[in-house]
């Protein structure tokens, strides 16, 4: 098996966009930490192609939000757009239009329901956020 092989976040989303537009799915190891407590950095994440009924509240997908390709939480679904948050994010979502909105994470009803509360939570998140950021850096 050959090893993993890194590559910067613009070509490698390029690369994954392409292969959900041919129907295919893409496996990616998660940089960062923007979708903090739900996906951490090294964790590894498989987009699929979108289907009919995605675009949906709560929902991660990963997006083109002009400035970058994102993997954020749909938390605002408009009549042409979306707009999306990170979850390790306190300030600062994406406004998007469903045509530059590419894959999906598939998340269990557990998942949403935590993300629901965690949503709910973005007044005080910046708290628990920092909590977990230490403990990550630990691990």
């Not at 392409?18 to 996906?39: N, Q, T, W, Y």
């Not at 999906?104 to 329901?113: A, G, Q, R, T």
């Amino acid at each position: 098996m050959p090893s993993p092989r890194i590559i910067p976040n613009t070509e490698l989303f390029s690369v994954a966009r392409d292969m959900l537009l041919e129907g295919k799915c893409v496996r990616i190891a998660v940089k960062g930490e923007s979708m903090l407590p739900f996906f951490r950095s090294g964790s590894t994440i498989t987009l699929r192609p979108l289907r009919e009924g995605d675009i949906r509240k709560y929902n991660v997908v990963m997006a083109d939000a002009g400035h970058a390709f994102v993997v954020h939480r749909i938390i605002k679904v408009g009549t042409n757009e979306v707009l999306l948050f990170g979850d390790g994010n306190i300030k600062r979502g994406e406004r998007v239009t469903l045509d530059k909105i590419y894959g999906i994470v598939d998340c269990s009803k557990l998942h949403i329901f935590f993300a629901k509360i965690w949503l709910w939570l973005l007044p005080v998140r910046r708290y628990p956020l920092a909590l977990f950021r230490r403990v990550m850096r630990k691990l």
